[in-house]
Structure formats: C-alpha cells, structure tokens
C-alpha cells in the first residue's frame, strides 16, 4: 500500500496501481487523443466557419473503407437516406461528397463545370492502367482538352450517321447469331458473348476500322478479357491502395494486376496500331477510322505511341462494357415480363411489319420500345458511381465546404430510385417513359435536371462522348431481338432478378429461351411504300443492275424487298444460288403465280410456268431431256449445218439483215426440230411465233399487273370501268390459244396424208412409229414443243447478236478464232460439229459472250422460282411464296470470281473444261456455262442443242466473214436490251467476206 503524508502529519492509505495497467491506461488515452485529433482534422471548415458536409465516421487511416460492402451503391444510397443529398465520407486519406440529388449535380458539375470537371488520378486506374493518358481518367488540363476533340471526331452526330451502316449490319448479325446458336429455338442460349461482341464490332469499326468475322475469332475473348479486367479492377472506391499512400509503394497483388492489364491493353490495341500504320506505309487502303485519324495527326497533336493505345483502349473499354451490359440486362430482364414482351412485339408488328427490320427512322414511331430500354437504363445502370468528378478549387456550396481536390461521386443509384421521380422505383415498369420522347443527349440538356430520363451516361464536361453512337446501338440490337424472338425463362431454371454484380450479370444473361423461325430478319433491302412496296423504284431497263447496286449499298449478297404484297429475293452471288436453287431444289423448284398469264390468259400448262408440283412438270422435263440430250443432239447435226448454209448466204446477200437472218436461222432450227416444218422467207409461222412471244412477254412482265399480286380482282366483270386489263388478258388468251395451236394441227394434217417430215412432235404422237396418244399425252407434247421454240428461238439470237457486236469492237479476238479454225480445219472451211471440241479459243469466246453478255440476267425475269417452305439461311428468313430471283449479271461481274469483270476477255476461259455448278465454285474463274441455263430442277432442258447451234453458227461466221465497225465510228458504249432475254443493243457493224 502507499501513503499520503498530509498537512496535519497523518497519513492516508491508497491502493497500488501495478505498472501494467499504468501502461495500458497511456496506450488507451493516447489512442483517444489520436482518433479525436483525427477527427477534428478531417472536419476542414473555410475562412467562415463552413464545414464539410455530414457523413459517416470512419476509423483513422481507413476511413470508411471496411464499411463498404460488395455492393457500394446499396452503401451509399442507405448513407443519403441518413445523411441527406450532400453527405461526405473518408476513404483513407481522400475525403469524398457523395452527391444523391439531380439539382445538386447540375449545380455542382454543369453550373460549375470549370471547377468541377477534373479527375482524381486514381494510383490504379490513372496512372498504373492508363499511364496517365486514359480520356475518362486525365484531369481536366490540355491533355484531356486533345483528347476529347479527337474522340468527337469519331463520336459525334455526324460521325455516327456515317457508322449507321455498321451499327445497323451488327445488330442483324446479332439477331442471326443468337438464332444459329439457339438452334431455332431448339436450346436456351446465352446472349451474353454475343452482346459482347455485337459490341465489340461496332468499336473496332469505329476505333480500327476492323470487325470479328466470329465469336471463335481470338480477338473476341482478348478484348473482352481486358473490358471485364478493366471492371474489376477499377471501381471508384474499390481499391483501398488508391487511398493510403504507404500501399502503392509495397509489392501487392492489385497493382500486380493493374500493370498486367496496362501491357495487355498496349500488346493488342497497341499492335492493331502497328497493323494500320504498316499498311499505311505501305500506301494500302485503310477505312476511315480513329485509328487511322490519331497516326496521321499524330506529329500534330504529339501523340506518342501510348497516347494513341490507351486511347484506344479507352474507347473499347468504355463502348463496349456500356451497350454490351445494358444488351445483358435486357435479356435477363425481358423474359420475367412477359405482358411487357407482347405489348413491344403488338407495337413493333403495327409500325414495322414482319417483312423487315426495324431501323433507325422507326425509333420515333416505336415510343414502348424507346420506354423499355430507358427502363432498363434506369434499373441497371452498369456504372452506377460512374467516374468520379474533382474540384479544382475550394467551393461553399448550400453551407457546406468542398475543399480543392475533394472527389466527388454522382450516386445514380439514389437518383434513380427516388419514388418522387421514379414511383415504385424498384419496380421495371416502361410505361413510366412513354410519352418521354428524347434521346440521352436531347435529356442530358434539359433546363429542369429532375426531368432527365437517367444519369448512366454521366453529366457536365464529362459526359461520355460516346452517347450518340451508344444510344442508337442499343436501339438497335434491343429492337432487333424483341422483332425477331419471344424470349422464355427456363421453367426449371428461373431467371434471379436479385443476384447482380459484374459477375452474376453473366448468368442472368444465360437463362433465355428464343424461338420460333417467323421471328429472323428477312434478308436486308430498300424500304418501300405501304401498298407498292418498292414497285416506284424498279425502273424498267437493266434491273439487275438496280438489284447489284442495292445489294452492295446493303453489304449483303441475299437482298428482299417487297413489290405490293409479294416479297421478292433476290441472290447476288453463285454460293447463295447454289446453295439454295441447287441444294435445296426441292423448296426452290416452284414458279410463282402469274394471275395475268397463268388465269387470265390461260397459259397456266406453259412448260416455262407451270408448278414444280404439278405432276405434268416432271412429264414434261422427262419428254425434253430425252429428247434434247447429247446424244439426241448429234442426230441433228446435219440439220444445224444446212441452216448455216443458209444463214451464211444470207449474209452474203444482204449483211445489213444480219439480225433477220440470224432470227431466221434460230427459227429454221428449231421449227424443223419440234414440227418438221421447214422454214420460208417472210415464214407465216415464225410470225405466228414471235406474235406469241411478244404477247409472253407483256403478259409475264414483272410489276405491271395489280391481278398478278391482287388476285382477287380477276372476278370483276369485264365490263366494269377499269377492268381494261381483263379485257386485254382475255383478247391475249384467244390469241394464244389460237396460235399454239396452228403449227400442232398442221403436224398432224401433214401425218394424215404420211407426208411428213420426223419430229419431235410426230414422234412423240405415233410412239414406235404406229402407236397413238390418248387426248392428255397429246395436250403435254403439244405444251412441250411450243415450249421449245419459246425457250430456244430467243435464247440463241440474243447469244449470238451479242457475239457479233462484241466481234466488231475486238478485232484481235475475232483474228484468233480464225486463226485457230484455219489451223484444225483449214482456211475457209466451216468445221463439223465433231471438231467443236477442238476448238478451244472458240469455246473460250462463246463462255465469254455469255459471262459478259448474259443471255438471261435474271435467269429470266419472267421466270424466277418461288420457294414452297419457309426456309432459314445465313440467318435469314425466306417466307413460304417468296418469289426467288438469281441475279445472274451479278454472277458473271463478280470480281471475285471474274477479275476485271467488265472487261471481254476470252483468255480467261482458254484452259477451262465444262464444269457444273457445284464444281465451278471452286475455281477461280468459274465456268459460267454453269450458270447461264438456269438452276436445279429448272436448268434448261436444251443446253447441249444451244451450245452445239452457238459454236457451229460462230464459227461459220468467222470462218467466212470479217466483222468490224464501220469506218471512223468510235467504239461505241454497250447498254444491253431488256426483257425475257438481253443482248447488248444494236449498233451499226460491217460484215464483209473474207478475202
């Protein structure tokens, strides 16, 4: 015990107090003092006595870190329902104001944008990720000033009309992909990868000038890698090592990963740098694009190799984790409301139809659609602290000090679920925006900020640049997925709304369920009018030129597009051709419906138009195949050689005539074939012929008939006003009738008497030469031969008027063909069609008239297939009926397969054998002898008689004439002829004889 001497000399006793709890008394006042001075120190206040706004308390040195949860925002937000709209809060040794309320963030960051417009450089994301350079990351100084004009350059409104195009192109693919790996419908799918790279194709467009042709292209999971890296990574107050100092100069993991993903964004935007910039020292082309902007101003803008990669990178990071997110939490979110789906799909069926995509010109028609996505926005804003804003000076602001270098974070979170703006805030309710009608810019600018649809994009001189382009690509990609698909939860595996991070979001994004075939795009084309569809743009000469131009307008190969109420396609390329009228010729084997000709004229048994699945269609290619096949063709032979005699005089007599003579020829050929009728100057029956021709053609022609897509106005009585039409068609009929059917009698009036000449017709009447036909089989052969000078008269004139004229522009060429006869057959000899094969310049310019003057553009215009089944291809739905057209004259001038396709040039083909159609698309200049008879189960029966008669005619041509321009005449530009067939349009030539 110790003692207590007092005054008086008496003493009192008082406990020992052992040195321990001495020790720890100190340890513990000390502490005291500390925290309290700590606190009084963190409590700045102005020159007036101002202080900081209220907050939590933290601990010393931490602040209020530990008190975060993995969720911040649902941190911050419970913080503004204590502390009010402008709290504070200490995160290591960085004081934050959390801002929670619209008006205050407008004041604060547009109001005072000079002020608060800069960013703290954060140690992770600033300066070890970004080196300092990143847009989104700089201060506000000159700098970010340069940067920020470069990347408008790209952004902009005009920049992102440009990119329309693009923006349009990825969201079909999107739509294709997630049908393809859906399986029509047949498995759950998950959008998530493909969001991403829907994503990531428009910023490489837009940054590279560049796209994955796959989700398998390494490109995809390297970029998106690094976008998700860069998430994790940098979170405005998620890095602890951001806020104590004494961290960033100790080895640890996260700067381990910050300085990993600083090489990783160098080593591939850096290296796609490189790429563009040895092309363009290469003087290669390069698309337009940032890239290609910031290495040509770079001297300009002194911007080093760096600079330029990480604002790149900035630029992927930021356009790529934004869309692709809100895409993400569409697809979780649309399928747990199942009224709100059908009220978009009621809309997008009323405004846009089921014949197309919607676009962006239908956005302003689509207010439920435009209400969903701000929706969406609203709810899961992917960046709800965003990036964070600081003051460049000291502000008092409402009685609150913000000191200089204070960070200031927009809490979108407390914003957006404010009941007073948003009622039943955490309720996805779009109804709430339908009758908001800007887009996130025009809404960013509004005058009252408690009338902005959302703050995802953020606010003030720090508003994402990317908006515009953003705003229109998620337009896109959601109206797309919402036109083509229903989107159904797994009923065994529902979609949980309440689980969301960064991670989750890509499971909530794998439970959807897309279907049904009616729900994929039709193939892309030009927008038409409501009743005519696209009937104004068709003009009448050279349509397949239009359809060319409209396919490579659309960089798609398979266009459509609607005349009236039928929907046409239209196949630009062989591989599409091939793989639909070839491969699947049992769907693309039928012919649509002409009413005009088929009904009204009655024309429906014509051999040309008559349905695949009419059971005469296989009776009638039976009967021409066997009649016109190889080896039948050599039995005609020698009557092809007599008609060229004849031909040949004619020419001699009179050159001018040539194409009456040739017109004559191809007559005389095949009347002798079909009828055993030989053939007369100013011949009746050649005139009867053409005269049912040329009533083919009108009544065929595509477009100029309502009857044809309106079939219900063929009851109108004639008699009524403006049925002249029908009066037309049934004149037409009459006509028709009467004329198919002279050359038929005179047949078996010339077998009555048993003078007759054999032909097709009298062999197939008396089969084995006694047999007779019963009144069907007569009326096939009867259809069957009239079909034959229909389908072999024109063919072979417009084949050999297009021979001549091209004849007479290349001398060169023609000196070769006869060069080449003169040296198998001799000079002036015409040879025999058994030396046809040896031949092999001449069989080089006949592939070559036929490539470079296509006899049928359109594989006849009058007669496209039509499709029985709805079909499915590259993505793309093909409706039951659809009219289906091969764009021949796109074939044989494509580049790829043809090089310098407009040039005539019969070398090309001078070592090539005859190849099919399947075999031909695997070589590099095909032979278009493929394609220039037709496809499938349509391919002209007569090709090997057509063949034989063009070779044969051109050499005795070119064996006893010269064919040139007339003296002094300009070789002269070609336009080429329209109708059921085409040859390029006469011009004045000389055919003098050889001498």
């Known amino acids: 015990m110790a003692s207590l001497l007092l005054v008086d000399g008496n003493h009192w006793n008082l406990p020992t107090i052992s040195q321990g709890i001495v020790f720890l008394a100190s340890i513990i006042s000390a502490t005291v003092y500390i925290f309290a001075k700590a606190l009084l120190s963190r409590r700045p206040v102005d020159k007036n006595g101002n202080v900081i706004p209220d907050g939590p308390i933290g601990l010393p040195i931490l602040g209020s870190f530990p008190f975060l949860t993995h969720y911040p925002e649902l941190t911050l937000d419970y913080w503004a329902k204590k502390f009010g709209p402008l709290y504070s809060v200490w995160l290591g040794n960085q004081l934050f104001v959390i801002v929670s309320d619209p008006q205050v963030v407008k004041d604060l960051m547009v109001t005072n944008g000079a002020i608060f ?53 990825e969201a079909t693919v999107l739509v294709q992909e997630l049908y393809k790996y859906g399986k029509a419908g047949a498995a ?69 990963r910050g300085k990993k993903l600083h090489a990783g964004l160098i080593e591939t935007y850096g290296g796609l740098l490189n790429d563009i910039e040895a092309k363009l020292n290469r003087d290669e082309a390069v698309p337009d694009c940032l890239a290609k902007t910031m290495i040509l101003t770079k001297e300009e803008e002194q911007l080093d190799h760096v600079d330029m990669a990480i604002l790149a990178s900035a630029f992927m990071i930021g356009g790529v984790e934004t869309t692709a997110s809100i895409m993400q939490w569409f697809s979780a979110l649309i399928p747990a409301y199942p009224d709100i789906q059908a009220k978009a799909h009621a809309e997008l069926d009323r405004v846009v139809g089921r014949d197309r995509l919607p676009t962006v010109e239908d956005e302003k028609d689509l207010p439920y659609i435009h209400a969903i996505i701000k929706e969406v926005e609203r709810c899961h804003n992917p960046f709800w602290l965003g990036t964070p804003h600081v003051n460049t000076e000291d502000v008092t602001y409402r009685g609150h000090f913000i000191p200089k270098d204070t960070v200031i974070v ?115 084309g030009p927008r038409g009018y409501f009743f005519l569809g696209v009937k104004h743009l068709l003009r009448t000469s050279e349509r397949w030129k239009l359809y060319h131009a409209w396919a490579q307008e659309l960089e798609s190969s398979i266009i459509s597009f609607r005349v009236y109420n039928r929907q046409i396609i239209v196949l630009n390329d062989v591989t599409a051709v091939h793989d639909l009228l070839e491969k699947r010729a049992n769907l693309y084997s039928d012919r649509p419906q002409s009413w005009m000709y088929h009904e009204v004229c009655d024309r429906k048994k014509s051999i040309f138009n008559i349905s695949s699945l009419d059971p005469r269609h296989k009776q009638y290619r039976r009967l021409l195949k066997t009649s016109l096949n190889v080896r039948a063709t050599q039995g005609l032979w020698p009557l092809i050689q007599a008609e060229l005699d004849t031909l040949l005089d004619g020419f001699s007599d009179s050159p001018r005539k040539y194409e009456k003579h040739i017109r004559r020829n191809a007559a005389a050929v095949i009347m002798k074939i079909t009828y055993g009728y030989t053939v007369t100057s100013d011949d009746p029956f050649i005139e009867v012929a053409e005269e049912a021709s040329k009533i083919s053609g009108l009544a065929t022609a595509p477009g100029r008939w309502l009857v044809d897509y309106y079939p219900i106005i063929r009851f109108i009585p004639s008699f009524f006003p403006g049925t002249g039409w029908k009066r037309q068609g049934e004149a037409w009929r009459q006509r028709l009738d009467a004329l198919s059917g002279v050359p038929h009698a005179w047949v078996k009036e010339q077998m009555a008497t048993g003078d007759f000449t054999e032909s097709f017709t009298s062999r197939h009447l008396r089969p084995n030469g006694t047999g007779t036909v019963g009144t069907e089989e007569e009326d096939i052969i009867k259809w069957c031969a009239g079909g034959l000078y229909a389908g072999a008269g024109d063919t072979t004139v417009s084949a050999l008027l297009s021979f001549l004229m ?38 080089a310019v006949m592939k070559e008239v036929l490539r470079f003057a296509p006899v049928a553009n359109l594989v006849k215009p009058a007669l496209p297939h039509k499709v029985t089944e709805e079909d499915e291809y590259k993505g793309y739905r093909i409706p039951k009926g659809a009219t289906v057209i091969a764009n021949v004259w796109a074939i044989m001038h494509d580049p790829q397969m043809y090089p310098n396709p407009f040039q005539f040039n019969p070398e090309r083909f001078t070592s090539l054998e005859l190849k099919d159609i399947s075999t031909a698309l695997t070589r590099a200049q095909p032979d278009p002898m493929a394609y220039a008879f037709g496809f499938g189960r349509r391919t002209c029966p007569g090709s090997h008689l057509a063949e034989t008669s063009m070779l044969l005619t051109m050499a005795g041509i070119l064996a006893k004439f010269n064919v040139s321009l007339p003296g002094g005449q300009p070789v002269p530009e070609f336009e080429f002829t329209s109708g059921i067939t085409s040859h390029i349009k006469l011009f004045d030539i000389d055919i003098t004889p050889r001498v």
Not at 127 to 142: C, H, L, V
Not at 230 to 246: A, E, K, Q, R
Not at 429 to 451: I, K
């Open 188 to 256: 759950p799918v998950n959008p998530q990868p493909h969001a991403g790279r829907c994503s990531l194709n428009n910023m490489l467009t837009i940054v590279f000038g560049i796209r994955t042709d796959t989700l398998e292209h390494p490109l995809v999971g390297r970029a998106l890698m690094l976008s998700r890296e860069f998430m994790n990574t940098t979170g405005p107050v998620s890095n602890l090592i951001d806020f104590v100092p004494f961290l960033q100069r100790l080895p640890n993991y996260m700067t381990t």
């Open 117 to 169: 417009s800069s960013r703290k450089e954060m140690f992770l994301k600033s300066q070890t990720i970004f080196a300092g350079r990143g847009i989104t990351a700089t201060p506000y100084n000159d700098r970010w000033r340069k940067h920020r004009r470069i990347a408008a350059g790209s952004l902009s409104s005009r920049a992102v009309d440009e990119y329309n195009h693009v923006l349009d192109y």
């Open 806 to 843: 091209l004849m007479a522009v290349h001398p060169t060429v023609q000196l070769k063909v006869q060069d080449e006869l003169a040296s198998v057959v001799g000079n002036d000899h015409i040879p025999h069609p058994s030396d046809l094969n040896k031949l092999t310049y001449l069989n």
């Open 410 to 524: 927009m809490n979108t979170y407390t914003m957006h679920h404010n009941p007073q703006r948003y009622p039943d805030p955490h309720t996805f309710d779009p109804e709430r925006y339908v009758n908001d009608h800007t887009t996130a810019a025009e809404s960013a600018n509004l005058a009252d900020p408690y009338q902005r649809d959302h703050w995802m994009f953020g606010v003030g001189r720090r508003i994402c640049p990317g908006i515009i382009v953003a705003d229109r690509e998620v337009y896109l990609a959601i109206s797309r997925m919402l036109w083509a698909f229903n989107m159904e939860e797994i009923p065994s595996e529902p979609i949980d709304l309440k689980e969301y991070d960064e991670g989750l979001i890509v499971a909530l994004g794998a439970y959807l369920f897309f279907r049904t075939l009616g729900g994929l795009p039709l193939p892309p």
